[in-house]
């Protein structure tokens, strides 16, 4: 898509031509770039905005750079104008003032003035966040652990957290402080000839790559046996910036993820050699491959002569290892007596959970294990321990499907239902809404299997079907609780669901996922279970549908040309001109074409209309067709503004929204 032609001013009031940088730098937007270079080159002075950048490889960042410098030896001037923050680390880590010179200051000093001398206690205090009491505190217990790094007491003790460590060593040695993963300038396809092992061993992170110079996150700025053994192995000059050993962590983790070098070497041990190292180190590999691989569930599935392991990547299985059959029964032996499952029981299923930490690394596993005809199959389901806090914004809710979703969840009483199939994130959705209204003048209550992550200020219950602790008793028990918002893991049967009606027309807000293919679907569901169709027609709010489509790969993906036969078909369901894209594969992505999921989304909002029509009993294809008139995006039509934007291919969202 060609890049609008827009008037700025220089200082002295000349106005000058200003061409905008595509939000991704990567060799897969050459042809891309080059244009904008041709269209630079026509103008004796130009500005490049570069505040749209939020993604950069060493190859696109080359071809920039590059081509500017042709640009400068034929006669022409370009300044580069309101950089964003993921170029201005670029050019801060590589050194390229110089070559990438600023139209106007941005007060960001290209240097940074070394504090070598000033100890790392005295630097806190000066920046704030110490106090002397602190500091004389950390002093006496860091004497108790001389062999410790004071500044790692500091954090391990909670004083300060790894980002203000890692910003004072950055100020010690003068060095830039950067979050190069969140600012996507890590190139997943950078050769800089470092093994993985040794870069985890200094806690050290190969960026990005220009000319003889390359750019490396380090956690130790002080460690030069790190940076002498990357410049020996890349023949590069290392420049170096700081970040927290976690945010390296996640880079390298990265890194092997697009290089696959961990899942070949267990596709190794699959020929035997796992159980030679014994079976605790095998459910440790498999299991620490699995969070680098980003996965969310790790199936360990037995056949006749093998046993395979798989891991489920953005929705998909992927091939992981394999084992042989004396090994799978004993690694399911092993993971049995984790998760307190009998070991002795291997002809009904069980359940079980385990907490699996490795380093920063901290889940919960839900265990299930199912007997089948050469051995019991095992599925362990990865909840972080860790998760973070994901804004409706986030999470794709946008437009008309917000407002809606917000006027429901802010109602002082009724139900707000989130529906799909399993594994849509209707629980992630319900996380984000508690977040959102959770305040100190509330009381929140949950029934959760499991509970997946903690609320800050939410009061949440684990059901426990063998202790007889069903989601009926809870709720039962919550009501005298005095809830003011109540949120249901599951509506599964008509007791919990008469519960959750009676409930919200009580004067509760209730928050609830149910399994149903659309949003009309769920008010017929209610009525199905046994709920009476006042009853559902008073008490209903709002119902959220929601599917996840994979995110295209912004290194790879391509522009295509759809078929006039789709264009037709598709264009009243809200199909636009695009420009449209299709998934490409490269090494980022693991040659899939997509990295990462999103969601798509259907919001019902029951007004007066709809309740008549939900009192009636009507049918799921009624409500639908009444729904859709009332202004209801469909689920296909969430997911086409998606293609239209270039996030997902016609692919995807087609199977999240069907085929109309």
């Not at 000058?16 to 004796?44: C, D």
């Not at 920039?64 to 022409?76: E, K």
């Not at 074409?593 to 919001?603: D, K, M, P």
Request: charged share 25%; net charge negative.
């Amino acid at each position: 898509m060609d890049s609008p032609l827009r008037i700025g001013s220089t200082p002295a009031n000349r106005q000058v031509p200003t061409v905008g940088l595509p939000a991704v730098l990567h060799h897969s937007r050459a042809a891309e770039i080059k244009r904008i270079l041709a269209e630079l080159g026509q103008h004796p002075l130009s500005h490049l905005d570069g505040s749209a950048v939020g993604s950069i490889d060493s190859t696109g960042l080359g071809l920039l750079v590059h081509g500017l410098d042709d640009l400068r030896a034929g006669g022409c001037q370009v300044l580069l104008s309101q950089p964003s923050p993921t170029l201005q680390a670029a050019r801060a880590v590589l050194e390229l003032q110089e070559r990438l010179p600023l139209a106007e200051d941005l007060g960001v000093p290209d240097r940074i003035r070394p504090l070598a001398e000033e100890r790392i206690g005295d630097l806190l205090l000066d920046l704030g966040y110490l106090t002397q009491e602190d500091l004389e505190r950390a002093l006496e217990l860091a004497a108790q652990r001389p062999n410790a790094f004071f500044g790692q007491v500091l954090v391990e003790e909670g004083f300060i957290d790894q980002d203000q460590l890692a910003l004072a060593l950055a100020r010690m040695h003068g060095r830039h402080f950067l979050h190069p993963v969140q600012l996507r300038i890590l190139d997943l396809s950078l050769d800089h000839g470092v093994p993985l092992a040794e870069l985890r061993t200094h806690t050290a992170l190969p960026l990005l790559r220009f000319e003889d110079r390359l750019a490396v996150a380090v956690a130790d700025p002080a460690d030069v046996f790190a940076v002498d053994s990357i410049r020996r192995r890349s023949g590069c000059r290392v420049l170096t910036c700081v970040a927290t050993p976690n945010e390296i962590e996640h880079g390298l983790d990265l890194l092997q993820r697009a290089a696959g070098a961990e899942a070949g070497r267990l596709a190794e041990a699959g020929e035997g050699a796992g159980l030679g190292a014994g079976v605790a180190e095998l459910f440790e590999q498999l299991m620490l491959n699995a969070l680098i691989e980003g996965a969310s569930d790790v199936h360990i599935e037995p056949h006749e002569e093998w046993a395979e392991v798989r891991y489920r990547v953005d929705g998909r299985l992927r091939p992981a290892a394999r084992l042989t059959p004396e090994e799978c029964r004993e690694l399911t032996a092993r993971i049995k007596v984790l998760a307190g499952c009998d070991i002795s029981e291997k002809r009904l299923p069980q359940d079980g959970r385990h907490r699996f930490r490795h380093g920063s690394r901290d889940v919960d596993l839900r265990i299930n294990t199912l007997p089948t005809v050469h051995g019991e199959k095992t599925v362990l389901r990865i909840l972080d321990r860790r998760q973070h806090k994901v804004s409706l914004e986030d999470l794709g809710l946008a437009g008309r499907n917000l407002e809606w979703m917000r006027e429901a969840i802010r109602s002082p009483h009724g139900l707000v239902l989130v529906t799909g199939p399993t594994g849509s994130g209707k629980t992630t959705t319900l996380y984000s809404v508690l977040d959102e209204i959770v305040t100190p003048e509330i009381n929140v209550s949950t029934v959760e299997n499991p509970v997946e992550r903690a609320v800050e200020g939410v009061n949440q219950t684990q059901v426990n079907f063998k202790a007889g602790l069903d989601f009926a008793l809870c709720l039962r028990s919550l009501l005298r609780q005095d809830p003011d918002v109540i949120m249901i893991g599951e509506i599964r049967d008509k007791e919990t669901a008469t519960i959750a009606v009676e409930a919200a027309l009580t004067g509760h807000l209730v928050l609830a996922t149910l399994h149903t293919n659309d949003a009309p679907g769920a008010a017929t569901r209610l009525i199905q279970m046994g709920v009476e169709p006042f009853l559902v027609s008073a008490t209903l709010r709002s119902v959220v549908a929601q599917r996840l489509v994979r995110r295209l790969c912004d290194s790879c993906k391509r522009q295509v040309e759809l078929p006039e036969a789709a264009r037709q078909r598709y264009r009243p369901f809200g199909l636009g001109d695009g420009p449209h894209f299709a998934a490409a594969g490269c090494q980022s992505c693991r040659g899939s074409g997509y990295s990462g999921r999103l969601g798509v989304y259907e919001v019902m909002r029951c007004d007066p209309e709809l309740r008549d029509l939900v009192a009636a009993n009507p049918s799921t294809e009624q409500l639908r067709k009444l729904a859709l008139e009332r202004g209801m995006r469909s689920l296909l039509g969430d997911a086409l503004a998606r293609v239209d934007a270039g996030l997902t291919t016609l692919e995807e969202a087609l199977r999240a929204g069907g085929e109309a």
